[in-house]
Protein backbone atom coordinates (compact mmCIF):
# COMPACT_ATOMS: atom_id res chain seq x y z
CA UNK A 1 0.00 0.00 0.00
CA UNK A 2 2.81 2.32 -0.29
CA UNK A 3 3.15 5.22 -3.00
CA UNK A 4 4.37 4.42 -6.35
CA UNK A 5 8.34 4.56 -7.03
CA UNK A 6 10.68 6.86 -5.40
CA UNK A 7 8.17 8.82 -3.35
CA UNK A 8 8.18 5.65 -1.08
CA UNK A 9 11.13 6.46 0.51
CA UNK A 10 10.25 9.87 0.71
CA UNK A 11 6.75 12.17 0.87
CA UNK A 12 5.29 13.15 -2.48
CA UNK A 13 5.74 16.65 -1.33
CA UNK A 14 9.43 16.64 -0.31
CA UNK A 15 10.39 14.90 -3.49
CA UNK A 16 11.66 17.36 -5.97
CA UNK A 17 12.58 14.82 -8.98
CA UNK A 18 10.83 14.87 -12.04
CA UNK A 19 8.30 12.38 -12.09
CA UNK A 20 6.69 14.89 -9.32
CA UNK A 21 5.28 18.53 -9.29
CA UNK A 22 5.90 20.08 -6.04
CA UNK A 23 3.19 20.32 -3.64
CA UNK A 24 1.08 23.59 -4.88
CA UNK A 25 0.81 22.47 -8.26
CA UNK A 26 1.07 18.89 -8.14
CA UNK A 27 -2.36 16.84 -9.70
CA UNK A 28 -1.40 14.01 -7.30
CA UNK A 29 -4.74 12.49 -6.05
CA UNK A 30 -5.71 9.96 -3.78
CA UNK A 31 -7.17 6.66 -5.35
CA UNK A 32 -10.23 7.28 -3.73
CA UNK A 33 -10.69 10.45 -5.76
CA UNK A 34 -9.48 9.23 -8.85
CA UNK A 35 -12.31 9.13 -11.80
CA UNK A 36 -12.50 7.35 -14.93
CA UNK A 37 -11.64 9.74 -17.68
CA UNK A 38 -8.84 11.19 -16.09
CA UNK A 39 -5.01 11.10 -18.09
CA UNK A 40 -2.11 9.84 -16.00
CA UNK A 41 0.16 12.97 -16.26
CA UNK A 42 2.90 10.33 -14.70
CA UNK A 43 3.24 6.90 -15.01
CA UNK A 44 2.24 4.67 -11.84
CA UNK A 45 4.93 2.94 -10.73
CA UNK A 46 4.81 -0.12 -7.85
CA UNK A 47 6.64 -0.18 -4.90
CA UNK A 48 9.36 -1.93 -6.67
CA UNK A 49 9.89 0.64 -9.48
CA UNK A 50 8.26 -1.12 -12.21
CA UNK A 51 5.98 0.56 -14.54
CA UNK A 52 2.11 -0.34 -13.73
CA UNK A 53 0.10 2.24 -16.38
CA UNK A 54 2.45 5.24 -18.35
CA UNK A 55 1.46 8.15 -18.38
CA UNK A 56 -1.03 9.97 -20.85
CA UNK A 57 -3.27 7.12 -20.48
CA UNK A 58 -6.88 7.77 -19.96
CA UNK A 59 -8.07 5.66 -17.04
CA UNK A 60 -11.11 3.36 -17.13
CA UNK A 61 -12.70 2.36 -13.79
CA UNK A 62 -11.16 -1.35 -14.43
CA UNK A 63 -7.44 0.40 -14.32
CA UNK A 64 -8.88 2.14 -11.32
CA UNK A 65 -9.67 -0.79 -9.48
CA UNK A 66 -6.10 -2.29 -10.48
CA UNK A 67 -4.61 0.47 -8.85
CA UNK A 68 -6.61 -0.69 -5.85
CA UNK A 69 -6.06 -3.96 -6.07
CA UNK A 70 -2.18 -2.98 -6.29
CA UNK A 71 -2.20 -1.22 -3.52
CA UNK A 72 -0.98 2.06 -4.84
CA UNK A 73 -2.07 5.09 -2.96
CA UNK A 74 -1.91 7.97 -5.55
CA UNK A 75 -1.64 8.78 -9.25
CA UNK A 76 -0.76 12.10 -11.05
CA UNK A 77 -3.56 12.97 -13.34
CA UNK A 78 -3.57 15.91 -15.63
CA UNK A 79 -5.67 19.42 -14.38
CA UNK A 80 -6.89 18.16 -10.91
CA UNK A 81 -5.82 19.24 -7.54
CA UNK A 82 -6.74 17.71 -4.69
CA UNK A 83 -7.63 20.99 -2.62
CA UNK A 84 -9.81 21.85 -5.48
CA UNK A 85 -11.68 18.75 -5.41
CA UNK A 86 -11.87 18.90 -1.50
CA UNK A 87 -13.46 22.13 -1.98
CA UNK A 88 -15.72 21.06 -4.61
CA UNK A 89 -16.84 18.16 -2.69
CA UNK A 90 -17.58 20.14 0.33
CA UNK A 91 -19.76 22.49 -1.73
CA UNK A 92 -22.24 19.72 -1.59
CA UNK A 93 -22.70 19.85 2.18
CA UNK A 94 -24.18 22.63 4.35
CA UNK A 95 -21.67 24.56 6.29
CA UNK A 96 -23.77 24.23 9.78
CA UNK A 97 -22.92 20.70 9.28
CA UNK A 98 -19.01 20.97 8.35
CA UNK A 99 -18.62 23.75 11.43
CA UNK A 100 -20.38 21.22 13.47
CA UNK A 101 -18.01 18.12 12.64
CA UNK A 102 -15.13 20.98 12.40
CA UNK A 103 -15.89 21.79 16.00
CA UNK A 104 -16.11 18.23 18.02
CA UNK A 105 -12.78 17.51 16.00
CA UNK A 106 -11.03 20.67 16.90
CA UNK A 107 -12.15 19.77 20.57
CA UNK A 108 -10.95 16.42 20.61
CA UNK A 109 -7.71 17.00 18.48
CA UNK A 110 -4.05 17.99 20.05
CA UNK A 111 -3.12 21.57 19.04
CA UNK A 112 -2.55 21.07 14.86
CA UNK A 113 0.14 23.82 14.12
CA UNK A 114 3.40 22.17 13.28
CA UNK A 115 2.47 19.17 13.33
CA UNK A 116 2.03 17.35 9.85
CA UNK A 117 1.07 13.97 11.25
CA UNK A 118 -2.03 15.07 13.15
CA UNK A 119 -2.73 17.51 10.58
CA UNK A 120 -2.85 15.04 7.70
CA UNK A 121 -5.09 12.69 10.65
CA UNK A 122 -7.59 15.59 11.04
CA UNK A 123 -7.82 16.51 7.13
CA UNK A 124 -8.61 12.42 6.73
CA UNK A 125 -10.98 11.95 9.77
CA UNK A 126 -13.02 15.42 8.75
CA UNK A 127 -13.24 14.30 4.98
CA UNK A 128 -14.12 10.65 6.30
CA UNK A 129 -17.22 12.25 9.01
CA UNK A 130 -18.03 15.09 6.07
CA UNK A 131 -18.53 11.93 3.75
CA UNK A 132 -20.42 9.99 6.47
CA UNK A 133 -22.98 12.94 6.96
CA UNK A 134 -23.64 12.51 2.98
CA UNK A 135 -24.34 9.48 2.78
CA UNK A 136 -26.84 9.25 5.33
CA UNK B 1 9.32 -3.79 34.65
CA UNK B 2 11.01 -5.18 37.80
CA UNK B 3 9.75 -8.56 39.15
CA UNK B 4 8.42 -7.64 42.38
CA UNK B 5 6.34 -4.63 40.76
CA UNK B 6 4.37 -7.57 38.33
CA UNK B 7 3.95 -9.39 41.17
CA UNK B 8 2.76 -6.61 43.26
CA UNK B 9 -0.06 -5.51 41.04
CA UNK B 10 -1.08 -8.80 39.85
CA UNK B 11 -1.37 -9.78 43.38
CA UNK B 12 -3.64 -6.77 44.34
CA UNK B 13 -5.79 -8.38 41.96
CA UNK B 14 -7.22 -11.60 43.34
CA UNK B 15 -10.11 -12.24 39.91
CA UNK B 16 -8.17 -12.41 37.05
CA UNK B 17 -9.58 -15.16 34.90
CA UNK B 18 -7.54 -17.47 33.40
CA UNK B 19 -6.93 -18.48 29.78
CA UNK B 20 -8.87 -21.19 28.13
CA UNK B 21 -6.20 -24.66 28.12
CA UNK B 22 -6.42 -24.96 24.52
CA UNK B 23 -4.04 -21.74 23.79
CA UNK B 24 -1.38 -23.13 26.43
CA UNK B 25 -1.41 -26.80 24.76
CA UNK B 26 -1.38 -25.74 21.27
CA UNK B 27 1.54 -23.46 22.24
CA UNK B 28 3.57 -26.17 23.58
CA UNK B 29 2.70 -28.66 20.75
CA UNK B 30 3.94 -26.08 18.25
CA UNK B 31 7.43 -26.17 20.09
CA UNK B 32 8.60 -29.43 18.24
CA UNK B 33 9.42 -28.70 14.85
CA UNK B 34 7.72 -32.40 14.12
CA UNK B 35 4.40 -31.71 14.88
CA UNK B 36 1.85 -32.31 12.07
CA UNK B 37 -0.84 -30.44 10.76
CA UNK B 38 -3.78 -33.33 12.12
CA UNK B 39 -2.37 -32.68 15.66
CA UNK B 40 -2.65 -28.80 15.60
CA UNK B 41 -6.25 -29.57 13.60
CA UNK B 42 -7.21 -31.95 16.00
CA UNK B 43 -6.46 -29.81 19.38
CA UNK B 44 -7.95 -26.53 17.93
CA UNK B 45 -11.20 -28.95 17.52
CA UNK B 46 -11.33 -30.13 20.49
CA UNK B 47 -12.70 -26.95 21.99
CA UNK B 48 -15.62 -26.40 19.16
CA UNK B 49 -16.56 -22.52 20.08
CA UNK B 50 -12.71 -21.64 19.36
CA UNK B 51 -12.77 -23.58 16.41
CA UNK B 52 -16.02 -22.27 14.82
CA UNK B 53 -14.50 -18.53 15.58
CA UNK B 54 -11.23 -18.98 13.82
CA UNK B 55 -12.91 -20.66 10.50
CA UNK B 56 -15.37 -17.31 10.81
CA UNK B 57 -12.36 -15.68 10.94
CA UNK B 58 -10.52 -17.10 8.26
CA UNK B 59 -13.58 -16.49 6.05
CA UNK B 60 -13.52 -12.49 6.69
CA UNK B 61 -12.90 -10.07 4.45
CA UNK B 62 -9.28 -9.38 6.16
CA UNK B 63 -7.77 -12.38 4.12
CA UNK B 64 -10.15 -11.90 1.28
CA UNK B 65 -9.72 -16.13 -0.13
CA UNK B 66 -11.45 -16.53 -3.14
CA UNK B 67 -13.16 -19.12 -1.97
CA UNK B 68 -14.40 -20.63 1.34
CA UNK B 69 -12.33 -22.03 3.79
CA UNK B 70 -14.36 -25.16 5.20
CA UNK B 71 -11.82 -26.79 7.51
CA UNK B 72 -9.42 -26.26 10.03
CA UNK B 73 -6.57 -28.40 8.16
CA UNK B 74 -7.14 -26.20 5.42
CA UNK B 75 -6.54 -23.40 7.46
CA UNK B 76 -3.18 -24.16 8.93
CA UNK B 77 -2.28 -25.28 5.00
CA UNK B 78 -3.06 -21.27 3.63
CA UNK B 79 -2.53 -19.47 7.01
CA UNK B 80 0.51 -21.56 8.63
CA UNK B 81 1.41 -22.56 12.03
CA UNK B 82 2.17 -19.22 13.57
CA UNK B 83 -1.19 -16.79 12.50
CA UNK B 84 -3.40 -20.25 13.65
CA UNK B 85 -1.92 -19.60 16.76
CA UNK B 86 -2.44 -16.22 16.57
CA UNK B 87 -5.90 -16.78 15.78
CA UNK B 88 -6.64 -19.11 18.58
CA UNK B 89 -4.47 -16.43 20.81
CA UNK B 90 -7.02 -13.19 20.10
CA UNK B 91 -10.26 -16.16 20.24
CA UNK B 92 -9.17 -17.76 23.74
CA UNK B 93 -8.67 -13.81 24.96
CA UNK B 94 -12.07 -12.86 23.61
CA UNK B 95 -13.31 -15.77 25.72
CA UNK B 96 -11.79 -14.84 28.65
CA UNK B 97 -13.22 -11.14 28.18
CA UNK B 98 -16.42 -11.72 28.02
CA UNK B 99 -17.07 -12.67 31.40
CA UNK B 100 -15.68 -9.89 33.23
CA UNK B 101 -17.88 -7.44 34.03
CA UNK B 102 -17.45 -3.79 35.20
CA UNK B 103 -19.93 -1.26 36.81
CA UNK B 104 -19.83 2.62 37.22
CA UNK B 105 -18.54 5.09 34.44
CA UNK B 106 -16.48 2.09 32.42
CA UNK B 107 -18.46 1.76 29.59
CA UNK B 108 -17.34 -1.60 28.27
CA UNK B 109 -19.34 -1.35 25.45
CA UNK B 110 -17.35 1.12 23.70
CA UNK B 111 -14.23 -0.12 25.60
CA UNK B 112 -14.66 -3.25 23.61
CA UNK B 113 -15.69 -1.37 20.02
CA UNK B 114 -11.50 0.42 20.44
CA UNK B 115 -10.27 -2.56 20.93
CA UNK B 116 -11.49 -3.66 17.99
CA UNK B 117 -10.96 -0.40 16.34
CA UNK B 118 -7.02 -0.08 17.35
CA UNK B 119 -6.52 -3.88 16.14
CA UNK B 120 -8.10 -3.45 12.70
CA UNK B 121 -6.28 0.00 11.95
CA UNK B 122 -3.15 -1.28 13.75
CA UNK B 123 -3.27 -4.45 11.43
CA UNK B 124 -3.72 -2.10 8.41
CA UNK B 125 -0.84 -0.14 9.08
CA UNK B 126 1.52 -3.27 9.43
CA UNK B 127 -0.07 -4.58 5.93
CA UNK B 128 1.02 -0.87 4.15
CA UNK B 129 4.02 -0.95 6.02
CA UNK B 130 4.95 -4.54 5.04
CA UNK B 131 5.65 -5.75 8.63
CA UNK B 132 6.27 -9.55 8.43
CA UNK B 133 3.48 -10.30 11.51
CA UNK B 134 0.25 -8.39 10.84
CA UNK B 135 -1.85 -10.87 12.73
CA UNK B 136 0.50 -10.29 15.64
CA UNK B 137 -0.30 -6.55 15.24
CA UNK B 138 -4.15 -7.62 15.36
CA UNK B 139 -3.70 -9.53 18.81
CA UNK B 140 -1.24 -6.64 20.18
CA UNK B 141 -3.63 -3.87 18.72
CA UNK B 142 -6.89 -5.73 20.35
CA UNK B 143 -5.04 -6.33 23.81
CA UNK B 144 -3.57 -2.88 23.61
CA UNK B 145 -5.96 -1.93 26.71
CA UNK B 146 -6.37 -4.88 28.96
CA UNK B 147 -5.23 -3.50 31.82
CA UNK B 148 -8.05 -1.04 32.28
CA UNK B 149 -10.34 -3.75 31.83
CA UNK B 150 -8.95 -5.35 35.01
CA UNK B 151 -8.32 -2.49 36.80
CA UNK B 152 -12.29 -1.42 36.38
CA UNK B 153 -13.14 -5.03 37.18
CA UNK B 154 -11.19 -5.12 40.24
CA UNK B 155 -11.91 -1.77 41.50
CA UNK B 156 -15.02 0.30 39.86
CA UNK B 157 -15.67 2.82 41.92
CA UNK B 158 -12.11 3.77 41.71
CA UNK B 159 -11.86 3.53 37.76
CA UNK B 160 -14.95 5.47 37.65
CA UNK B 161 -13.25 8.64 39.29
CA UNK B 162 -10.79 7.99 37.23
CA UNK B 163 -12.81 8.13 34.41
CA UNK B 164 -14.91 11.24 35.46
CA UNK B 165 -11.10 13.26 36.14
CA UNK B 166 -10.40 12.27 32.85
CA UNK B 167 -13.77 14.00 31.22
CA UNK B 168 -14.07 16.47 33.40
CA UNK B 169 -10.29 17.98 33.21
CA UNK B 170 -9.36 16.56 29.74
CA UNK B 171 -5.81 15.54 31.80
CA UNK B 172 -4.09 12.02 29.94
CA UNK B 173 -6.06 8.88 31.16
CA UNK B 174 -2.49 7.47 32.01
CA UNK B 175 -2.02 10.43 34.46
CA UNK B 176 -5.46 9.88 36.31
CA UNK B 177 -5.10 6.44 36.99
CA UNK B 178 -0.94 6.65 38.39
CA UNK B 179 -2.70 9.37 40.44
CA UNK B 180 -5.40 6.87 41.98
CA UNK B 181 -3.60 3.72 41.30
CA UNK B 182 -0.02 4.17 41.54
CA UNK B 183 0.15 2.59 37.87
CA UNK B 184 -1.11 3.13 34.88
CA UNK B 185 -3.11 0.66 32.34
CA UNK B 186 0.31 -0.21 30.48
CA UNK B 187 2.10 -1.05 33.60
CA UNK B 188 -0.97 -3.39 34.40
CA UNK B 189 -1.14 -4.92 31.09
CA UNK B 190 2.24 -6.09 30.57
CA UNK B 191 2.44 -7.52 33.62
CA UNK B 192 -0.85 -9.50 32.90
CA UNK B 193 0.50 -10.75 29.90
CA UNK B 194 3.81 -12.01 31.84
CA UNK B 195 1.70 -13.38 34.15
CA UNK B 196 -0.74 -15.65 31.32
CA UNK B 197 2.76 -15.87 29.34
CA UNK B 198 1.80 -14.05 26.31
CA UNK B 199 4.37 -14.01 23.29
CA UNK B 200 7.07 -11.14 24.62
CA UNK B 201 5.94 -9.57 21.56
CA UNK B 202 2.04 -8.88 22.60
CA UNK B 203 3.42 -8.29 26.10
CA UNK B 204 5.70 -5.52 25.06
CA UNK B 205 3.35 -4.22 22.38
CA UNK B 206 0.73 -4.13 25.54
CA UNK B 207 3.35 -2.04 27.79
CA UNK B 208 4.93 0.73 25.31
CA UNK B 209 1.62 1.55 23.40
CA UNK B 210 1.82 5.15 24.62
CA UNK B 211 5.32 5.78 24.14
CA UNK B 212 4.94 8.70 26.17
CA UNK B 213 7.62 11.85 26.29
CA UNK B 214 9.04 11.24 23.33
CA UNK B 215 10.20 7.42 23.76
CA UNK B 216 11.23 5.57 20.64
CA UNK B 217 9.63 2.45 19.67
CA UNK B 218 11.72 -0.37 20.36
CA UNK B 219 10.23 -2.40 17.42
CA UNK B 220 8.29 -1.50 14.50
CA UNK B 221 4.87 -3.26 15.53
CA UNK B 222 4.83 -1.44 18.72
CA UNK B 223 5.08 2.19 16.38
CA UNK B 224 1.92 -0.13 14.61
CA UNK B 225 -0.43 -0.41 17.91
CA UNK B 226 0.78 3.20 18.83
CA UNK B 227 -0.73 4.71 15.59
CA UNK B 228 -3.35 2.29 15.16
CA UNK B 229 -4.48 3.03 18.62
CA UNK B 230 -4.66 7.48 18.03
CA UNK B 231 -6.19 6.60 14.24
CA UNK B 232 -9.28 4.22 15.97
CA UNK B 233 -9.44 7.29 18.40
CA UNK B 234 -9.35 10.47 15.71
CA UNK B 235 -11.98 8.10 13.46
CA UNK B 236 -14.35 7.51 16.25
CA UNK B 237 -14.52 3.85 16.36
CA UNK B 238 -15.45 3.19 20.47
CA UNK B 239 -13.40 4.74 23.04
CA UNK B 240 -10.96 3.83 25.45
CA UNK B 241 -12.35 6.94 27.98
CA UNK B 242 -9.84 9.57 26.88
CA UNK B 243 -11.67 13.18 26.58
CA UNK B 244 -8.36 14.45 24.36
CA UNK B 245 -6.51 12.88 21.33
CA UNK B 246 -2.81 12.10 21.79
CA UNK B 247 -0.25 12.93 19.05
CA UNK B 248 1.21 10.36 17.10
CA UNK B 249 4.71 10.01 17.86
CA UNK B 250 6.76 11.65 15.54
CA UNK B 251 9.68 8.74 16.02
CA UNK B 252 7.32 6.03 15.51
CA UNK B 253 6.25 7.65 13.09
CA UNK B 254 9.88 7.82 10.96
CA UNK B 255 10.15 4.30 11.96
CA UNK B 256 7.55 2.83 10.83
CA UNK B 257 8.63 4.41 7.08
CA UNK B 258 4.95 5.16 5.55
CA UNK B 259 4.49 8.36 3.78
CA UNK B 260 2.04 10.93 4.81
CA UNK B 261 -0.40 10.25 1.30
CA UNK B 262 -0.63 6.69 2.21
CA UNK B 263 -2.52 7.28 5.36
CA UNK B 264 -5.79 8.08 3.32
CA UNK B 265 -5.68 4.59 2.38
CA UNK B 266 -5.18 3.70 5.62
CA UNK B 267 -7.69 5.10 7.37
CA UNK B 268 -10.33 4.58 4.91
CA UNK B 269 -8.88 0.56 4.78
CA UNK B 270 -9.49 0.57 8.60
CA UNK B 271 -13.42 2.03 8.26
CA UNK B 272 -14.28 -0.64 5.72
CA UNK B 273 -12.52 -3.09 7.84
CA UNK B 274 -14.21 -2.53 10.82
CA UNK B 275 -17.69 -1.78 9.69
CA UNK B 276 -17.08 -5.00 7.62
CA UNK B 277 -16.12 -7.55 10.16
CA UNK B 278 -17.85 -6.04 13.53
CA UNK B 279 -19.91 -8.94 13.52
CA UNK B 280 -17.48 -11.17 13.34
CA UNK B 281 -15.18 -9.49 15.57
CA UNK B 282 -17.91 -8.96 18.16
CA UNK B 283 -18.04 -12.89 18.36
Not at chain 1, 95 to 110: D, G, H, M, Q, S
Request: aromatic letters at 6%; charged letters at 25%.
Amino acid sequence: MRLQGEAAEKPVHCNKSGAYRTFSTMGILNINDIKEGMTLAADVKNKHGNIMIRQGMALTEKHIMLLKAWGIAEADVDGFDRDQLHEDEMKTVSPEVIEAIEKELREFFPPLEGNEIMSEIYRITKKLKIKQVMES
Amino acid sequence: MKANEIERIVSSLDKIPTLPVIYSKLGKLLQSPDTTIAAVSNIISEDQVIAAKVLKFVNSAFYGFPQRIGSLQRAIVILGFNTIKNLVFATSVFDMFRGMDTDGSFDKKNFWKHCIGCAVASRVLAEAADLRNPDEVFTGGLLHDIGKLVVAVHYPEKYSAVINEVQATGIPLVAAERKVFGYDHCQVGSALAVHWRFPPDTAQMIGSHHLGDGATPARKDIAAVHIGNILCMALGLGSGGEKKLASVNAKAWEFIGLSLSSLELVMDKTVKLYKENTEILEM
